[in-house]
């Protein structure tokens, strides 16, 4: 227990006694939530799961690709 208060107070000093490094810590955060909602919104495929709510519509789908509709 003694060790885990001596890394907390050593971490909260360090950081209370930043001044750049306060702002750099947030323009990390901001960086990288900016990065997942972009890569959530952009990058992540829709699935047939989630457009087709029926087999049928999953088997029609995949079949009218393949023929080359």
Do not use: H
Request: proline share 0%.
């Amino acid at each position: 227990m003694l060790n885990i208060s001596n890394v907390y107070s050593f971490y909260s000093s360090g950081f209370k006694n930043m001044k750049i490094g306060k702002t750099l810590w947030k323009v990390i955060f901001i960086k990288v939530f900016l990065i997942l909602i972009v890569l959530n919104y952009f990058v992540y495929d829709k699935s047939i799961n989630t457009e087709f709510k029926t087999e049928r519509e999953k088997a029609d789908y995949v079949y009218n690709n393949l023929k080359g509709e």
